[in-house]
């Protein structure tokens, strides 16, 4: 879309707009025909932002959101103030801080799903290659289910450069891999960390693997060969969040 705008289609993605950046939402384009509960709750969000509500046909909405199911609903916005840098992330680094780097993540789904788990997680941010990732679209944000307003997702121009970075601003890294020797339940995830993960089927790249401090393996105990990446993303910053919670308590 010109002018740097882009659009936001679907009851999930749109409500967290709102939320979190109503002031960059220029106009909100509605299924005139749709009058439910949940389209009046989000027309009043949107009156109440002072947002310009406009009624139009399905086609509208459909030329409007592309091949995003819009579910009666498309807003066109002003790139929110999410997007921070590294060096954002860097200073304000805790006891606390998680981080996920996806090393290839190309499919803009995965990348959204990702978004949706490391949000859940309470991740300070997404990190991906700059050229070797999928970017911000309305398809992640909808795969995102309203979390691409809520983490930053940093595009870096050098992967392994930035994991340097994080190293020594006193990040701890971990890479999951498929031929690890350890498994990830061997690991103290408590201090500051990264996860790295690779594309389904491909995994991390040899330089990034060698910037990891740990590699684990998710125990599988089934027959299937690898997980998506957002089911891995999930498994690893919950195990990090049960350490920490665990270590809270005692």
């Not at 025909?33 to 969000?45: G, H, I, K, S, T």
């Not at 070797?132 to 121009?157: D, Q």
């Not at 990891?212 to 999930?234: Q, Y």
Request: with cysteine; glycine share 8%.
């Amino acid at each position: 879309m010109a002018d740097g705008k882009r659009t936001i289609a679907g009851f999930h993605a749109v409500t967290a707009r709102l939320r979190h950046a109503a002031d960059s939402i220029e106009a909100l384009y509605v299924d005139a025909q749709r009058r439910d509960a949940r389209m009046r709750e989000l027309l009043q969000r949107a009156q109440a932002a002072g947002i310009r509500v406009i009624a139009v046909d399905g086609q509208r909405l459909r030329g409007l959101a592309g091949e995003v199911p819009h579910q009666g609903v498309v807003a066109v916005c002003h790139p929110a103030q999410l997007a921070r840098t590294l060096d954002d992330v860097l200073s304000g680094v805790r006891q606390d801080t998680l981080l996920l780097l996806l090393d290839g993540v190309t499919d803009p789904r995965n990348l959204g799903a990702c978004l949706r788990t490391a949000d859940a997680a309470g991740t300070a941010a997404v990190i991906v290659p700059r050229d070797r990732s999928a970017a911000m679209t309305a398809v992640v944000a909808k795969a995102a289910a309203g979390a691409a307003e809520t983490i930053p997702l940093i595009a870096v121009t050098n992967l392994a450069r930035a994991m340097e970075d994080l190293k020594q601003a006193g990040i701890w890294i971990a890479g999951a891999a498929g031929d690890a020797e350890r498994s990830l339940y061997e690991l103290d995830l408590t201090g500051p960390l990264a996860w790295a993960l690779g594309a389904e089927g491909e995994g991390l790249r040899r330089l990034t693997r060698e910037r990891c401090d740990w590699l684990a393996r998710i125990p599988m105990a089934g027959h299937v060969e690898s997980l998506n990446v957002s089911v891995a993303a999930g498994i690893c910053l919950f195990e990090t969040c049960r350490q920490r919670h665990g270590r809270a308590e005692r």
